[in-house]
């Protein structure tokens, strides 16, 4: 039995390759290829084969009919990266040769691609280029003695020429690409809002997008646009029709927000307030009313935008007084102390700025909590609830209220859902959305335009000031306590605050890399080749220049190469060539020396060279410890080229 | 049109020099199996590459690419220099294991090469591969290949294949090397061990005479004759030769094969009877046909004796 553990860099870097892929694919199949890899070690440890290969095939049968139960097909992202991960586990259990060995390191590299797929952090470029490294290294001959001498040749040789085919290979597109399959590395995000919706959002890890600005912005102004809910149900808001609108056109060049946005399944495409219009490559967007933008595909690989942001911007496309009324007025019915609050503010007969403001009173006074977990509100009775029970709520439940009340007062109102903030990265100049940041507000239309209005900044204006992430990182305490306070910051060690630089640097060439992967397409590629032609006349120089560099270059490295070459053979093949003109030719198998006595015999005037010639080829042939010089063995030629 | 001619020139040029040109040692170089998965498998990544725009793919599979381009010239490279300086033959004996010499060079001072394979073949045998050796710039190297040629006469030499699929087993190269002058190989040595008849009376089997030397053992020789003390200490079994002036000489003919019915047989009796007679230090004569050797010994002797049975045909036997 061949010990698959034997080459333990070999092993080592199979097993992370498939780690990496294990932690995007159902869990049965990482315990299924963990289960292998471990009864392998045992059965090498213990000298015993517990499985043949017969085995082995009635478990890959077995393993298929998993995938097929699971996914109902074998066609497909999924089903194909659970089978390969299965395969590659059996296959290491049923190791037994060099082939399989080979195949394994085919997998490998396989492996890495799929992990690819999931992820092009730039954490998982360490792991995965050592992978690449060390599977290359085990198809070295074990025996070799120079393979880190040798693979870093081959690797730095091979470098000019992969970056070349990078740069230069057209990036095409297919149309049906980016619908293949399903991707991870979603972000939650959903149409409707309900009670509990934002706050299960805020409560989970991972990134949404990481956005550039032109100009500077301040976290407390950030407000990310998702979508639009007209329809009031209480708490409970939905998205209701849907108006798509034309494509502003905008005439600066620059843009004002350049947005990486991560995967999401959907079709969301989040900008910042005021934002006339975006653009992409391989993309086209739709924009809907209230400053919404949605992809015309779903989202499955990341995808960058570029936008134009206007201050107080307004729709062009106005809104009608019917629209107004119908859509955006619309009153759920109201519980009795809901009912009783409106006529309370309506009976002042106060403007209606002032009535706004007895709203927002309520909201600051009556002892209202900002908090992640404010318990479930459900039924008829959820917003009686809210407001005159528990007061325990999320962004959402401020929002939501907030909008019904000012809609019962007269004012049309919409719930805006989307992020608000972000963590500035002061080393890349960009700003960091994670989940933490899902955010909803409200839109009250006023005079005569859409204008914000974010009620959970009565509740809790810290969380505002000192953005999400950190606000959500205090103790429940310590966020009631200083939900108010704007002056108040959390305290850092001196260690804490070293790390989170070092995260933040880390994050900063994390998101240069990612962008480029992401950036570097069709467009990019013709930016280069219009850059070369722009420079025409001195890149013509140049490149006149280069060209005669190389050319010398290699020229000289032809002679030192053809000198090098130049040996005691070669000039035997010389010689005999010379002889051939005049009828003397080197028998089949006729060793050379008798060839030498035998010339020296049929022509006279070549018997010194001959002899010196012999001389030479013994010393050089046979005798180890001498050996000829490239001196001695051109004085030799030219001596030859002086007889012919 | 200049260009052509130039071009043209260049080419007739390097034609008439072979030392110039590389064509007198041509490596071939062609995909393993393996070769072929990989390709395959950078297919299959360069659709996923393609299919998802994903540029972390890209990189992947253009590293693929030119690695493995590196390692085809890795490869060349690893045979490019190896020159085969001679290759011998010890006397051969029709379906006796013989061996080839071959020393072979690195010619290129600063170069090594690894993994390199040697095998021998002919239209229908093919010799055990000589596996993994290597050598190092301007360094000589000895490979004794094991051939056996199935028939005597004149036969073609077998062709020496030096090959390699080193860094990454992607690619085989190999060289190719034969020589075209023939080689005499002897009968077959089989037969009773038995001197014939005629001679068997003088067949030596005492011990008479001063003890002048170790011979290794073989089937003829007596078991008394076995010095197993000296035979102990070299780890092979030897025997004892004596200076015997006395000892008579052989005279085989083709007369003493009667009793064997094939023409091969006969000639392969004899052939171990000359060898044997050779080995044990006798005179010895060979009456084939028309053909007589007188008496002598030695490797000459021995030589013509074997070569006159190699090259014997019916023809020469009839009168």
């Known amino acids: ?644 | 049109m200049e260009l052509s001619k130039a071009i043209n020139g260049l080419q007739n040029y390097l034609a008439e020099l072979p030392f110039k040109g590389t064509h007198q040692n041509k490596t071939f170089i062609v995909p393993t199996a393996f070769g072929f998965s990989f390709a395959v498998v950078i297919m299959i990544l360069f659709f996923l590459a393609v299919g998802y725009s994903n540029n972390l793919i890209f990189i992947l599979v253009f590293f693929l690419i030119s690695m493995s381009l590196v390692a085809a010239y890795w490869t060349n490279r690893n045979l490019g220099f190896i020159k085969i300086i001679s290759l011998n033959y010890e006397p051969s004996f029709a379906g006796s294991q013989t061996n080839l010499f071959c020393k072979i060079v690195q010619a290129d001072k600063k170069a090594e090469s690894f993994g390199l394979n040697f095998s021998l073949k002919s239209k229908d045998h093919k010799s055990i591969n000589i596996k993994n050796l290597s050598i190092e710039g301007s360094q000589y190297l000895q490979v004794d290949l094991p051939w056996i040629f199935l028939r005597r006469g004149w036969q073609i030499r077998p062709q020496l294949e030096v090959w390699s699929e080193f860094p990454f087993g992607f690619l085989k190269a190999w060289r190719l090397h034969r020589e075209s002058e023939p080689i005499l190989v002897f009968p077959e040595r089989k037969g009773s061990i038995q001197w014939p008849i005629e001679n068997s009376n003088h067949a030596s089997t005492g011990e008479v005479g001063l003890f002048k030397q170790h011979r290794d053992f073989s089937p003829l020789d007596s078991t008394r004759r076995i010095d197993w003390m000296a035979s102990s200490r070299r780890q092979k079994i030897l025997t004892k030769q004596f200076e015997d002036p006395q000892q008579d000489a052989l005279d085989f003919s083709w007369s003493q094969t009667r009793h064997l019915q094939d023409f091969e047989s006969r000639i392969s009796q004899l052939a171990l009877w000359v060898d044997e007679a050779e080995k044990c230090g006798r005179d010895y004569s060979l009456e084939v046909g028309i053909k007589r050797i007188e008496r002598g010994q030695g490797a000459q002797h021995w030589q013509t004796c074997l070569s006159l049975l190699a090259l014997l045909s019916e023809k020469d036997l009839e009168v």
């Open chain 1, 1 to 644: 039995m061949k010990s698959f553990f034997a080459d333990r860099l070999f092993a080592v870097s199979l097993i992370a390759a498939m780690a990496m892929v294990a932690s995007e694919v159902s869990l049965w199949v990482v315990l299924f290829s963990t289960g292998c890899i471990i009864l392998r070690w045992f059965s090498e440890g213990r000298k015993r084969v517990y499985v043949s290969k017969t085995h082995t095939g009635i478990l890959s049968v077995g393993l298929l009919a998993f995938v097929l139960l699971q996914f109902k097909t074998l066609v497909g992202q999924d089903p194909a990266y659970t089978f390969l991960l299965g395969l590659t586990g059996l296959k290491i259990l049923d190791f037994n040769s060099e082939r399989d060995k080979k195949f394994l390191v085919l997998l490998g590299f396989v492996l890495l691609a799929v992990k690819s797929l999931f992820s092009v952090d730039i954490y998982w470029l360490v792991p995965t280029l050592l992978v690449f490294v060390f599977l290359w290294w085990s198809l070295f001959p074990t025996a070799f003695p120079y393979k880190q001498k040798t693979l870093g040749k081959i690797i730095l040789l091979s470098a000019p020429l992969a970056i070349v085919l990078f740069i230069t290979f057209p990036r095409f597109v297919l149309p049906w690409a980016l619908n293949q399959g399903q991707l991870r590395g979603q972000i939650g995000f959903s149409e409707g809002l309900q009670p509990g919706t934002v706050a299960e959002l805020a409560a989970q890890e991972g990134l949404v997008l990481r956005a550039q600005f032109r100009e500077e912005k301040k976290s407390s102004e950030l407000y990310w646009r998702g979508a639009i809910l007209n329809v009031a149900e209480g708490l409970n808001w939905l998205p209701g029709r849907r108006e798509t609108l034309p494509l502003q056109r905008v005439d600066k060049k620059d843009w004002d927000f350049f947005i990486t946005l991560e995967p999401h399944q959907q079709r969301y495409a989040f900008v910042p307030d005021g934002t006339v219009s975006i653009v992409t490559e391989g993309q086209s967007f739709l924009r809907q009313r209230g400053e919404i933008f949605r992809f015309s595909r779903p989202v499955m690989l990341a995808q960058n935008y570029y936008g134009w942001i206007e201050k107080d911007f307004v729709e062009n496309e106005k809104e009608t007084v019917e629209t107004l009324s119908k859509v955006y007025s619309q009153v759920p019915e109201l519980g009795p102390k809901t009912q009783e609050l409106v006529n309370e503010i309506n009976a002042l007969e106060l403007p209606l700025q002032e009535k706004l403001a007895k709203v927002q009173d309520f909201f600051v006074t009556q002892g209202f909590v900002y908090t992640l977990q404010p318990g479930k509100y459900e039924g008829a009775k959820a917003l009686e609830e809210f407001l005159f029970g528990r007061r325990r709520g999320f962004c959402e439940h401020f929002a939501g209220s907030y909008g019904v009340i000012v809609r019962a007062l007269g004012v049309p109102s919409r719930v805006v859902v989307g992020y608000q903030g972000g963590t500035y990265n002061e080393f890349g100049n960009f700003w960091s959305v994670s989940q933490k940041f899902a955010h909803a507000w409200v839109e009250i239309f006023l005079d005569g335009r859409w204008q914000s209005v974010d009620p959970t900044r009565w509740v809790a204006p810290l969380r505002f000031e000192i953005g999400a992430e950190d606000f959500f990182a205090l103790s429940l305490e310590d966020q009631m306590s200083f939900a108010k306070d704007l002056s108040w910051r959390p305290q850092r060690g001196v260690g804490v605050e070293w790390l989170n630089q070092v995260s933040v640097f880390l994050e900063n060439i994390n998101y240069k890399w990612t962008s480029f992967l992401i950036e570097f397409d069709l467009g990019s590629q013709r930016e280069i080749l219009r850059e070369l032609s722009l420079a025409k006349f001195f890149n013509s120089l140049a490149f006149i220049i280069t060209i005669f560099t190389v050319a010398i270059l290699m020229a000289i490295f032809v002679i030192v190469r053809r000198l090098r070459a130049l040996s005691i053979l070669s000039l035997l093949q010389e010689f005999e060539w010379h002889l051939k003109k005049r009828n003397i030719t080197r028998k089949p198998g006729e060793a050379p020396v008798t060839f030498l006595n035998r010339v020296k015999e049929q022509e006279s005037h070549l018997s010194d060279f001959c002899s010196r010639f012999q001389v030479a080829f013994e010393e050089e042939i046979y005798q180890e410890s001498k050996k000829l010089t490239l001196k001695e063995l051109r004085d030799l030629r030219k001596i030859m080229h002086s007889l012919f």
